[in-house]
């Protein structure tokens, strides 16, 4: 216990626990939020999403309707399952984040001048847009990959558990 002074028991300060805990739960539905606007966006108005798609010039014209409505629902789906934990919606976002870096990437590496499709049809100046999306994206990776450490290191419920009976304790006393 000498090496380990200021700190009542084995175990260390568990501050950083309770905070990475808040951490990990901002980032987790900060990130369903953005994909479940983005989804609901995009299927307002399937037709605009299909065009912003399409300029891209990567995806078959006939298979443009199905794209236009199935990746904003699986975004949506993704965001939803995020929200309540739904095993792999994280896997799922991780997948089409790494799919928008690459389309962007491809974007940004051949000047094209276009809206990146992202949320609306009309976002900013487009180049600009392309760019600012896929540091956005990336961001956003390693959002994700943060949330996937929290889940592998500790599971984040346990201390809300904790967090829980303590304040009841004190409520008790």
Known sequence: MADNPGRSGPYPDRGW???LTWLYHGLRLSLACVFIYAGFIKLLDPRAFAHAIAQYDLIPEGLLPLVAVGLPALELL???GLIFEVRGSLTIIA???????????YAVWHNLDIDCGCFTADELDAQRSVKIAFWRDLI???ATLFIYWRQRSRAPQDLWIEKIKTLRKGATK
């Open 95 to 105: 997948i089409l984040l790494l799919l928008f870096l690459v389309v962007l990437g």
């Open 17 to 19: 626990e309770v905070g």
């Open 140 to 142: 956003m990776i390693g």
């Open 78 to 80: 993704a965001g939803l």
